[in-house]
């Protein structure tokens, strides 16, 4: 956090934005812990605490914010997610309506650096089909290159272990391979 603010890479805004973000991909403590490091942060260097404003003045009309949600969906996995009104709490609420909803439509930072904050968080879950999923989409959305990715891993494995960087690896060099061909990332996408 000090070296972000140093050198201006990032704003307190941004690291803010980017606390909230990996709250969502690697649990609200992960999150609450970047969150309260940026509160060190600022006050060892007497900066004056932000405020960000909310996404929307508004109220969210809960339908609209579905069909948002589901678009964003697609556009972020570039594939169709969870259909609005499917009645299940964790599609529905959860990831349509927040994740994609709310949390890739937020302002504060792009969607490349979303993208690597939740490459980290889903590979450190350790969830095959959000693991693959994500990996994919990187690459066919154009955030991210084969050769990016592989730099990743090096950089994942230095903090989080060879052992699971090695999972990764594999992942990697499996989506680029289907990216290169054409292929969605599963074979009940590759059928549509």
């Known amino acids: 956090m000090r070296g972000a603010l140093a050198t201006g890479v990032l704003t307190q805004a941004e690291l803010r ?12 403590d992960k999150g609450g812990a970047i969150d ?5 942060v600022e006050a060892e260097q007497g900066l004056v605490p932000i405020l ?14 579905m ?5 964003e969906f697609r556009a972020v996995m570039t594939f169709d997610g969870p259909r609005v009104g499917n009645g299940l709490p964790y599609l529905q609420d959860g990831i349509l309506n927040f994740v994609f909803g709310e949390m890739w439509c937020r302002p504060g930072i792009d969607q490349r650096s979303r993208r690597f904050l ?3 968080g889903v590979a450190d879950s350790a969830a095959t089909v959000p693991i693959a999923s994500h990996f994919h989409a990187a690459m066919a959305s154009g955030n991210c290159t084969a050769a990016e990715l592989n730099e990743f891993v090096l ?3 230095v903090h989080a272990g060879w052992p699971k960087a090695s ?13 290169a061909k054409g292929l969605a990332w599963n074979a009940r996408e590759e059928g549509r």
Request: charged content about 20%; cysteine-free.
């Open 67 to 71: 069909e948002q949600g589901f678009a």
């Open 36 to 40: 309260a490091a940026i509160d060190r």
């Open 155 to 157: 950089q994942y494995a």
């Open 167 to 179: 999972v990764i690896q594999g992942v990697v060099l499996e989506m680029a391979g289907k990216v």
């Open 118 to 120: 939740t490459l980290v």
């Open 17 to 28: 934005e980017a606390a909230l973000h990996v709250a969502v991909y690697a649990g609200w």
């Open 52 to 65: 960000l404003a909310p996404i929307r003045a508004e109220p969210w009309d809960a339908q609209q914010r």
